[in-house]
């Protein structure tokens, strides 16, 4: 699979994240069929008050509020570190990531977000905090959708479930320049039951500044085993404020696909769901949580309506950013 966007007018920013996901049923039951208690799952929470998730080891730092208040609820995060978020045993799922820092774009985009699945050595999700966390540029907009939820003073949640057989391990670089303050939580089970098939989920972060005029702009590079797209988050700068950004489609190369794509859209703002233009308004699965200032940052999630691949694909859009999302099989 692969997935391009035409573009209108070649003098965009251009920022992509990718997210590339197949969900299981076991990950979904738990929103689906809330009264289960027979499930057999066992919840924890990994955060610098527990870093491992051990069970009954959280809230034993103390601070000058008494025992378990408050006493190691987030770190001085300085340039060139890197923290280890979490390294849990599976077999498990991660069900909520909340992050909070300081609301600065040069912050929310230094700090690079790594993910691993299963003992691999290279990192299947590799994106700038904001990005990862549903916007783009930096720019804090309070917004909800069915896979983040951002708070005006910077309460970032992802809610996409995450699975894995053997091993979740996230790491958070500081690339810039800058100390900020960070909390986080990751909130998972244990003793999930996934089929052999399961999909991880993968992120990539793309940008071109600036885009090339007529020249499609590769969301997704080409994937070469079984997948779903599940989204992305598209970020776009113009620098033509003469000419309209959006009349680009959407192109998705599928299972051999080559000169002509499976699927191909109208224009950007239509594949966001919206029309004539783009508007600040956000939904569930699409919208726009920000257009401003030429800056804009919107959304697509394919959760009711899935893009599935078999063998390879190309996803293509002719916009000029997006954060995506796609989960790909990996050996169980």
């Known amino acids: 699979m692969k ?19 197949t969900l299981g049923m076991a990950a979904n039951s738990v929103i689906d069929e809330p009264y289960r208690l027979d499930t057999g799952l066992e919840s924890r929470t990994i955060s610098f008050e527990n870093p491992t998730g051990e069970r009954g080891a959280a809230g034993k730092a103390a601070s000058n509020l008494g025992p378990g208040r408050k006493g190691s609820p987030a770190i001085d995060f300085k340039p060139a570190q890197t923290v280890t978020l979490c390294d849990i045993t599976g077999p498990g799922t991660i069900r909520h990531i909340w992050f909070t820092v300081q609301q600065e774009p040069e912050i929310l985009r230094s700090l690079v977000i790594r993910g691993y699945w299963e003992g691999q050595k290279h ?7 904001g990005d990862f966390m549903g916007f783009a540029h930096g720019k804090v907009m309070p917004y909800s959708s069915a896979a983040h939820s951002v708070g005006p003073s910077a309460g970032m949640n992802l809610w996409l479930p995450m699975p894995f057989t053997r091993q979740a391990r996230f790491t ?6 800058k100390n900020t303050l960070l909390f986080y939580y990751i909130d ?5 039951k996934h089929p052999k098939n399961i999909g991880r989920l993968h992120v990539l972060f793309r940008r071109e500044n600036p885009t090339t005029l007529k020249k499609d702009f590769e969301i997704l590079p080409q994937r070469k085993c079984q997948g779903r797209f599940v989204g992305s988050v598209i970020g776009i700068r113009s620098l033509d404020t003469k000419h309209w950004w959006g009349e680009g489609e959407v192109k998705v190369f599928l299972d051999g696909d080559r000169e002509h794509p499976t699927i191909c859209g109208t224009g950007s703002e239509d594949y966001v769901g919206l029309s004539w233009g783009i508007q600040q308004v956000q939904f569930p699965y699409q919208g726009c949580s920000l257009n401003q200032k030429e800056f804009v940052s919107m959304y697509r999630w394919h959760l009711p309506d899935p893009i599935y691949w078999q063998f390879w694909c190309p996803l293509r859009q002719r916009d000029s950013g997006r954060h995506s999302a ?3 099989r990996m050996p169980g």
């Open 326 to 328: 796609t989960q790909d």
């Open 123 to 129: 990192p299947s999700i590799e994106c700038p905090l």
């Open 3 to 21: 997935m391009y966007q035409t573009l209108r007018s070649g003098i965009f920013f251009a920022a992509l994240s990718t997210f590339l996901a």
């Open 172 to 177: 958070l670089s500081n690339e810039g320049s």
């Open 188 to 192: 998972y089970t244990l003793k999930d």
